[in-house]
């Protein structure tokens, strides 16, 4: 420890005296000694609240004070401004009496800030891969004058990014910014939530010739509350009518500094709407907040500040856009609704509970809708509370997390890329476009004929156009793709609504309800005033009452793992000790219920009336296969006339009269067919999955769909063990 505070820069060991640090962690220590004695990547894996981004900038920040850097001299990418903002404000206190400045750049921040930089670039840039792409697009001529002797990037909440198309953007951005700059800065990733040491350190030295060392810090003994309960909702249940469920909600985070996170955006506002009528009943203070992606900046600024008041409760309810490492103070209590996807996402959600010692406090409440009395069996099975329990357990018993398979064919960003560079250049040769797009690491597995078929596609949608020279520029259709704001990010944007009070930015929503409608957006319920559809503007007033809205919303990918877990809550006769009464009772009761039926001892199981239904234990990717696979071998033989379920819990079938006793054999059969996912795959389909794959010919799309959306192999593995 000592050796280690005695390298740090003056103004770094006057900090941590002057805020009273007892010691350095050992992630920060560890990380010292990687950036100070050796030249390779540093990858920083280590629980939440640990102290990585100390970790990162307390050795990056004092090589930069003994050697100045001539440009700016650190980049740190993070995945939402929220993020950058606090880290923002983080740095600013470290570095107040050093001579090296702190930039935040992202669409929220004023252009005079970003005017300075670009004015005088040194030190620490804070940015987003959006902002970055904007960069390289716009600044194209300034680049080696900003980056020129880049030293160092930090990545924060890799596994944010990896196995994403966003996470392929950053690893081509900073490829890009090296063959401009000819230099390779070192790298930095830092993640809380990673499973495989070994995937993450492949994505983080993508396209470079340097090593990564990731230190091996060992966890400091962590208590933890975990609690889980289950309500049954009637669907018929008046919207104004306060439920058990919702006052069981009220009173976990009630007083309390308290964070609720939920799968989708209309969860986050029916919740803070209940609780909020809860308190007004109450005569109680209205402390409750909502923070997504639709709401306005100022109104999510407002609700970190309010979490991050001392002593004053405050209550919030979040998507992922809280999820990540933004420090919001004491948090008393994390409460989840419904079950996460993964135990990644469990992970971090515990991590923001729990800091400067204290136990972490977590509460799962899952609500599932009654089943009606003649409700089939996969329909009375409690999914939502199976999947709680099979994620806490894999963690508990066995420290297991998700690893994250990288993208095979990226061909919306392979689009995005390749104008991008175009616009960035004005023009190059086909050849030169070719070396520059296809020596990018993501595209490894790009072939030259791929390209050029894409390029031919191009020009004869007017994305692209060739010169009399021979030359490709930007043609006038792609001009209007590549010239708007929403270019700079790979993620689908939709357009949505601007809602206003006055002229106070509430938020946006998808499809504007029609005037004298309500509808509600940060916890309230607001009525439609006026709609500008040209400005894509609503004009609203609040009003009393409870009201909802509804975003489109991703399902999320599932492991394979998850689900066997699932299968063996069903087996197994253990009560674990955080089951609280509803859901022990709801547990004992599917147990009951899955032995009666003989699902235990099998996978299939006929409903009657000539349905069956498949329970196949296994992830997303092998469900979606096992469908396809039904549909195009199996459909004639067995007679098959519908085709339902949930992805991944289970799969129903109605069958020919009397094709019951062979479906058994027909899918035992899969595993000795030499079928691949292709033969899946019409030739005539190519699915429109990522955000310009509209620009994408089609033998190109279906080549990635089959390649990263089915996993045949996964799915005979499975098979093999039914």
């Not at 600013?92 to 930039?103: C, F, Q, S």
């Not at 991050?308 to 405050?314: H, K, Y």
């Not at 004491?330 to 079950?339: P, W």
Request: charged fraction near 20%; include cysteine; charge should be neutral.
């Amino acid at each position: 420890m000592s050796d280690t505070f005695n390298r740090l820069a003056p103004f770094i060991q006057e900090y941590i005296y002057h805020h009273n640090w007892t010691e350095l962690r050992p992630a920060q220590i560890a990380a010292c000694q990687v950036i100070f004695d050796t030249n390779a990547h540093l990858l920083v894996a280590a629980a939440t609240a640990a102290g990585k981004t100390e970790a990162a900038f307390l050795p990056v920040v004092t090589q930069l004070h003994e050697n100045p850097s001539a440009t700016i001299g650190a980049l740190y990418i993070g995945p939402i401004k929220a993020l950058i903002n606090d880290q923002f404000e983080r740095l600013n206190g470290l570095l107040k009496t050093a001579d090296i400045p702190v930039w935040h750049w992202h669409g929220d921040v004023s252009q005079s800030h970003k005017n300075k930089l670009l004015k005088n670039p040194k030190g620490i840039l804070q940015i987003t891969p959006e902002s970055l792409e904007s960069l390289l697009v716009n600044k194209h001529n300034d680049l080696i004058r900003l980056f020129g002797d880049l030293r160092f990037v930090v990545i924060d909440e890799i596994h944010a990014f990896m196995g994403s198309e966003r996470g392929c953007q950053i690893i081509c951005q900073l490829q890009r910014l090296a063959n401009l700059t000819q230099t390779q800065p070192r790298r930095i990733g830092l993640s809380a939530t990673l499973g495989d040491y070994s995937m993450a350190e492949e994505w983080l030295r993508s396209g470079t010739e340097k090593s990564v060392i990731t230190p091996q810090i060992e966890a400091g003994k962590r208590q933890i509350k975990l609690a889980v309960e289950h309500f049954y909702l009637n669907d018929e249940v008046d919207e104004l009518e306060v439920t058990v469920y919702d006052r069981y909600l009220f009173n976990l985070s009630n007083s309390r500094k308290c964070l609720i996170f939920a799968n989708n955006r209309t969860q986050t506002e029916s919740v803070i709407a209940s609780l909020r009528r809860i308190a007004s009943e109450q005569a109680l203070p209205d402390i409750y907040h909502v923070h997504h992606g639709s709401i306005s900046a100022s109104l999510r600024q407002v609700a970190e500040n309010a979490m991050r008041e001392l002593n004053n409760p405050a209550v919030t309810a979040a998507t992922l856009t809280l999820e990540l490492g933004i420090d919001i103070g004491h948090l008393e209590r994390v409460i989840q609704l419904e079950s996460p996807l993964s135990v990644a996402s469990f992970l971090q959600r515990l991590g923001r509970t729990g800091r400067r010692g204290e136990a972490a406090d977590m509460r799962f409440v899952c609500a599932e809708t009654q089943p009606s009395p003649e409700a089939s069996l996969p329909e009375q099975i409690p999914w939502q509370l199976l999947q709680c329990i099979a994620i806490i357990q894999l963690y508990l018993e066995q420290r297991w997390i998700e690893p994250i398979k990288p993208v095979k064919y990226p061909l919306s960003l392979l689009y995005h890329q390749t104008m991008s560079i175009l616009a960035a250049t004005g023009e190059l040769s086909p050849a030169a476009l070719a070396k520059q797009v296809l020596n990018l690491p993501p595209f490894a597995a790009i072939s030259p004929e791929d390209f050029k078929l894409l390029l031919r596609y191009l020009i004869d949608i007017d994305h692209i156009q060739q010169t009399e020279t021979g030359k490709l520029i930007i043609g006038l259709t792609g001009e209007r793709i590549v010239r708007k704001f929403q270019f700079y990010a790979v993620f689908a944007d939709s357009q949505e609504y601007v809602v206003k009070q006055g002229t106070t930015e509430i938020g946006s929503i998808l499809m504007p309800p029609a005037v004298g409608n309500q509808f509600a957006l940060a916890g309230r319920t607001w009525e439609v005033a006026e709609i500008d559809f040209k400005k894509r503007v609503i004009s609203v007033k609040p009003v009393e009452g409870k009201a909802t809205i509804y975003w489109r919303g991703g399902g999320g990918i599932i492991h394979t793992k998850v689900l066997q877990r699932m299968r063996q809550v069903l087996q197994e006769d253990l009560e674990y000790s955080y089951l609280q009464t509803n859901a022990l009772q709801c547990l004992r009761t599917v147990r009951q219920l899955v032995r009666d039926a003989g699902l235990d001892k099998q996978n299939i199981l006929q409903l009657g009336k000539g349905k069956c239904c498949i329970f196949p234990w296994i992830g997303t990717l092998a469900y979606r296969t096992l469908e396809r696979w039904l549909n195009s071998c199996c459909r004639e033989s067995l007679e098959i006339k519908s085709m339902g379920g949930i992805n991944p819990y289970y799969l129903t079938l109605k069958l020919g009269n009397d094709k019951f006793k062979y479906l058994n054999q027909e899918i035992s059969a899969l595993t000795e067919e030499r079928i691949t996912s292709e033969y899946l795959v019409s030739e005539s389909e190519a699915p429109e999955l990522q955000k310009y794959d509209e620009f994408i010919p089609y033998p190109l799309l279906r080549k990635a769909f089959i390649s990263d959306y089915l996993d045949i192999e996964e799915l005979k593995q499975q098979v093999a063990q039914w």
